[in-house]
């Protein structure tokens, strides 16, 4: 039996597990949302812009680990998605991206809502496709599922021109997937492997820094494990927050350009650097030549390209992460059984101890509210079991330093790329995936305005997804660097211009908030998490906050500001 490339579409889609899919409908695809009604497993949701449908599906796969999927129109609904495609490729996120096409006859003719979205993503995309033959469309779209869940992950985009999803043809459904060009390596080489744990049995100072790999390998037990038996500090990127649980003795806080004392200091004082599933991202490494420089370094990464592009290491290990830390542990229990960790680390674990207990992250409260406050006040409301989904900016740092993960999978950031309006719409993608949790959004003023319009999306499907927004009337982050690096030359960051967020909120048919006072903290935000209702809280925070500590750009991790 014959069926349109249409149908095949989604029953392909089906097959590979889709339930939800996030879209804007259009003529290229309007034969696609036709077929949808006859397939009743898929849910649809309609977004109110494109970029909003990739971030959604980024929220839905980083909090269920599963592919997110969207589907959009031709023309400028294909170029509304590259933010989101970008910023899924940037943090390796496992999309895939539906985009309608012209009929292939009038490919390069400069048709109505013609763009090459093939070429405009080849270099922010996994790999992608232009589906030139139905009979190869239900391969197409095993291929693009299998790139972007197996190896690294990534998006992938497959471009479907309207002749092709109108036509006919047989539905064969390829069982079995390979592709001979693309063969990611699982299994990490033993001896490498051997040579790390010979660097661990030797080391005095050695320190574990994590990245959002162990997340997306689903290795956090594993890590949990043998940093415990191993009796390792352990430090993480903003991407890896929630892989180790933040509430051990061994937890330093994240590293970085806002990462805290301890984390910073332990990196630059080490003797060891074993690195899990992170690629040593600028904002990470600081002045790459003051970058551990006493350590000898150890990187597991599932990309061999990610390896040494950075940062030069001793030990390269090429493997998933899950399956590198399982190997570690096994070394260590044949060659290390009788080594005690504890007490050979005894020394290193009470300096750590140290910087942690005289530089803590801190700050001081003069009767304004103060915006770690409010996180903080966030995390003791929800005991640390909410899913926290983060805008860009200085909300974002103060959310990684203040709300303590405990748990992968629970802070949805846009970490690689840094794009303001992510927060909201991939938050609207996590509860459509965990509709019995509680999932928040910490937002700035000024980027929970970049893709507000999702607040229909969220108040139509009956989300009870509370927004947070840390309101100081500037675009904070841009202003603190404005304060400490451009002599105050404040230019185009005074947002005092802004919505009535409570009143915007409840034009959308949401509940809505505000917080002057500090002694309003907690009451108004267990009333707002306590609602059935979206939820828009609008915290009036001071001004002028700053996040510390900060590494000034072109410094070394040990040359922070603290104040």
């Not at 600081?286 to 150890?298: D, E």
């Not at 005991?383 to 740092?397: F, K, L, P, R, Y």
């Not at 840094?418 to 909201?424: A, I």
């Amino acid at each position: 039996m014959e069926h349109t490339g249409a149908w095949i579409l989604l029953e392909s889609l089906r097959r590979e597990g889709v339930d939800l899919l996030f879209g804007y409908p259009g003529g290229a695809v309007i034969d696609i949302y036709d077929e949808l009604p006859r397939h009743p497993t898929i849910r649809h949701v309609l977004v109110r812009h494109e970029q909003g449908a990739v971030h959604a599906a980024d929220g839905y796969a980083r909090a269920s680990g599963k592919v997110g999927a969207c589907l959009v129109t031709s023309g400028p609904g294909a170029t509304n998605t590259v933010t989101g495609i970008a910023t899924a490729y940037c943090d390796s996120i496992p999309l895939v991206v539906l985009t309608g096409q012209v009929p292939t006859a009038l490919i390069g003719n400069d048709a109505f809502q013609e763009v090459d979205i093939v070429g405009i993503t080849r270099p922010c995309t996994k790999h992608n496709f232009l589906v030139n033959d139905i009979d190869k469309l239900a391969l197409i779209i095993r291929r693009a599922f299998y790139l972007a869940r197996s190896g690294r992950p990534g998006p992938v985009l497959v471009d479907l021109p309207k002749d092709i999803v109108q036509c006919k043809t047989e539905f064969v459904w390829p069982e079995e997937i390979g592709m001979r060009s693309y063969n990611p390596t699982y299994k990490p080489h033993v001896n490498q492997l051997r040579h790390a744990v010979g660097d661990l049995a030797s080391a005095r100072r050695p320190v574990f820094l994590v990245g959002g790999g162990v997340i997306l390998s689903n290795a956090a037990n594993e890590l949990t494990n043998l940093v415990r038996k191993l009796q390792t500090p352990v430090t993480s990127t903003l991407m890896g927050l929630g892989a180790f649980p933040a509430t051990d003795d061994l937890w330093l806080g994240m590293v970085g350009m806002h990462g805290s004392y301890a984390a910073n200091m332990s990196i630059a004082h080490a003797d060891l650097l074993v690195c899990v599933g992170a690629r040593f991202d600028d904002r990470v490494t600081g002045k790459i030549s003051g970058f551990a420089p006493g350590a000898r370094i150890v990187h597991i990464d599932i990309d061999p390209t990610s390896i040494r592009k950075n940062v030069q290491v001793d030990v390269p290990v090429v493997g998933d992460c899950r399956l590198s830390l399982q190997g570690l542990q096994e070394i260590c229990d044949a060659k290390c059984g009788g080594v005690d960790w504890a007490d050979k680390h005894a020394n290193w674990l009470d300096t750590v101890h140290n910087w942690k207990k005289s530089k803590p992250l801190a700050y001081q409260k003069n009767g304004g509210i103060k915006p770690q406050q409010v996180v903080e006040e966030l995390f003791e409301i929800t005991g640390g079991e909410a899913i926290i989904a983060t805008e860009v900016g200085q909300h974002q740092m103060w959310t990684a330093q203040f709300y303590t993960f405990t748990r992968p999978r629970t802070l949805l950031t846009s970490g690689g790329l840094g794009t303001m309006g992510f927060g909201f719409p991939a938050a609207i993608g996590a509860q459509m995936a965990f509709p019995d949790k509680k999932v928040v959004v910490v937002a700035g003023d000024g980027c929970i305005q970049m893709n507000i319009q999702e607040l229909s999306t969220a108040v139509v499907n009956k989300l009870p997804i509370k927004v947070i927004i840390l309101n100081n009337r500037h675009l904070g982050m841009v202003r603190q660097w404005q304060e400490l690096f451009y002599h105050g030359n404040y230019v185009s960051t005074n947002m005092e211009a802004q919505p009535d967020f409570v009143k915007l909120a409840e034009a959308y048919g949401a509940e809505g908030y505000r917080i002057s006072r500090e002694a309003d903290i907690r009451p108004v935000l267990t009333k707002a998490l306590a609602s059935p209702a979206t939820t828009f809280v609008d915290v009036m925070v001071e001004r002028e906050e700053n996040v510390y500590p900060i590494v000034p750009a072109g410094a070394a991790l040990d040359e922070m500001l603290l104040v």
